[in-house]
T-cell receptor, first 113, second 109 residues
């Protein structure tokens, strides 16, 4: 029972490099989310998707892009990595928004030096 | 702007006693509240929730209380067990989910 799978678990990038954080879920959930968690802070929503082909910005979208070509996958793209993007990134999914609990992956710890 | 605040970064209790974790919010439009639990190197997992039309919800050892007039919710764990040691996040929903910064609970044997 995989749930939400995130890869990689850890990554170190140089300033200006690009990378894609992968997220896949096998629960047939329509809604998927990307959060970042900075030290001492709560999770902040970067982007979310309500279904394949539909994405929208969250609270902190600058510097990121997403796509949702299938129900299962929701990759997060960093085009020009900056030190401010050093964080732990969590992907989550839910049947619906609002009162439905979100299921989280184990996170990707990203450091940009 | 932090719309959901957990003012205690950490809490330590003895096994068998009650743990009370607190959460305050500023937006009166929030209509659903959730608690998540997080172990190191894992993602948060859902624990318990409450709708704004209720003031209490119970699930086994876990009870969430909501005081709308004070914009305050709390999570009670009775009795506390060492396996409850984790970081607990409260979250509030109205069109999108807002999370608190978390409280690290340590339950000592």
């Amino acid at each position: 029972n995989a749930g939400v799978t995130q890869t990689p678990k850890f990554r170190i990038l140089k300033i200006g490099q690009s990378m894609t954080l992968q997220c896949a879920q096998d629960m047939n959930h329509n809604y998927m989310y990307w959060y970042r968690q900075d030290p001492g802070m709560g999770l902040k929503l970067i982007y979310y998707s309500v279904g394949a082909g539909i994405t929208d910005k969250g609270e902190v979208p600058n510097g990121y892009n997403v796509s949702r070509s299938t129900t299962e996958d929701f990759p997060l793209r960093l085009e020009l990595a900056a030190p401010s993007q050093t964080s732990v990134y969590f992907c989550a999914s839910s049947v619906d928004r609002g009162d439905q609990p979100q299921h989280f992956g184990d996170g990707t710890r990203l450091s940009i030096l | 702007d932090q719309q959901v605040k957990q003012n205690s970064p950490s809490l330590s209790v003895q096994e068998g006693r009650i743990s009370i974790l607190n959460c305050d919010y500023t937006n009166s439009m929030f209509d659903y509240f959730l608690w998540y639990k997080k172990y190191p190197a894992e993602g948060p997992t859902f624990l318990i929730s409450i709708s704004s039309i209720k003031d209490k919800n119970e699930d086994g050892r876990f009870t969430v209380f909501l005081n709308k007039s004070a914009k305050h919710l709390s999570l009670h764990i009775v009795p506390s067990q060492p396996g409850d040691s984790a970081v607990y996040f409260c979250a509030a929903y109205n069109n999108d989910m807002r999370f608190g910064a978390g409280t690290r609970l340590t339950v000592k044997p």
